[in-house]
T-cell receptor, first 113, second 114 residues
Framework: DTGVSQDPRHKITKRGQNVTFRCDPISEHNRLYWYRQTLGQGPEFLTYFQNEAQLEKSRLLSDRFSAERPKGSFSTLEIQRTEQGDSAMYLC???????????FGDGTRLSIL | AQKVTQAQTEISVVEKEDVTLDCVYETRDTTYYLFWYKQPPSGELVFLIRRNSFDEQNEISGRYSWNFQKSTSSFNFTITASQVVDSAVYFCALRNSGYSTLTFGKGTMLLVSP
C-alpha cells in the first residue's frame, strides 16, 4: 500500500507564471483533498473531491486556482498568474471514506521569485 | 464555525522527560472528530489518532497517550519518556460530522534534545 504521492516536491517560478501540481492518492481512496500550509501555520483547506466530483471549495481558492480529478484517480492543482502570496506548501490528502482518517503526501513547496 | 487552538508554539525538553501538548477546540456541533498529526522536518503529515465526540475514553499507544475532556473542550497529547525522534511539529485538528474538511491548529513544535 503506497502512500499519497505528490509531484514535484519543490517548484520555483517567477511571479506571473502558471504552475501545476499533481497528486496521486492511495489506491481505492475515493476522497482527495488539497490544503495549503504557510510557515508557522497549520494546513488550510482548499478543496476536495469525491471520485471525480469537486464537492467543496474554500474561499481561499481564488479564480486563479483550479483543481481537477478527471478520472477519479489522480488530481491536479493549477495556479495561474502566480503571486508572491502563493508561496506555500501545497498538501494533498486522501481517505477511503468521509469517516476514515486523511492520509497526507509529502507536499509540494512552491516558491515565487 | 470551528476553531482549534494550540497555545504552545514551541516546547523544548530533554530526552526521557514527559511532555504534554495542549489542544482546545470550539465547535457548535455535538458530533465531531478530533485528530492529532505529526509533521517531522521532512514535511509529511503523519496521522496519529482519531477520537469521536462520543468516546471520552483516554487512549494509550506505547509512549503516546491522549486525554479527551468534553467539559473543557480539550484533547491533550502526552508523550512519555520523550526521544529525539519525537522532535516534530504536532497538529491538532477537528472535523465536524457531515463535513469532510479538517480544521487545524497552528501546531506545537516539540524539540527533544539528547
Amino acid at each position: 500500500d503506497t502512500g499519497v504521492s505528490q509531484d514535484p516536491r519543490h517548484k520555483i517560478t517567477k511571479r506571473g507564471q502558471n504552475v501545476t501540481f499533481r497528486c496521486d492518492p492511495i489506491s481505492e481512496h475515493n476522497r482527495l483533498y488539497w490544503y495549503r500550509q504557510t510557515l508557522g501555520q497549520g494546513p488550510e483547506f482548499l478543496t476536495y473531491f469525491q471520485n471525480e466530483a469537486q464537492l467543496e471549495k474554500s474561499r481561499l481558492l481564488s479564480d486563479r486556482f483550479s483543481a481537477e480529478r478527471p478520472k477519479g484517480s489522480f488530481s491536479t492543482l493549477e495556479i495561474q498568474r502566480t503571486e508572491q502570496g502563493d508561496s506555500a506548501m501545497y498538501l494533498c490528502a486522501s481517505s477511503l471514506t468521509e469517516n476514515q482518517p486523511q492520509h497526507f503526501g509529502d507536499g509540494t513547496r512552491l516558491s515565487i521569485l | 464555525a470551528q476553531k482549534v487552538t494550540q497555545a504552545q508554539t514551541e516546547i523544548s525538553v530533554v530526552e526521557k522527560e514527559d511532555v504534554t501538548l495542549d489542544c482546545v477546540y470550539e465547535t457548535r456541533d455535538t458530533t465531531y472528530y478530533l485528530f492529532w498529526y505529526k509533521q517531522p522536518p521532512s514535511g509529511e503529515l503523519v496521522f496519529l489518532i482519531r477520537r469521536n465526540s462520543f468516546d471520552e475514553q483516554n487512549e494509550i499507544s506505547g509512549r503516546y497517550s491522549w486525554n479527551f475532556q468534553k467539559s473543557t473542550s480539550s484533547f491533550n497529547f502526552t508523550i512519555t519518556a520523550s526521544q529525539v525522534v519525537d522532535s516534530a511539529v504536532y497538529f491538532c485538528a477537528l472535523r465536524n460530522s457531515g463535513y469532510s474538511t479538517l480544521t487545524f491548529g497552528k501546531g506545537t513544535m516539540l524539540l527533544v534534545s539528547p
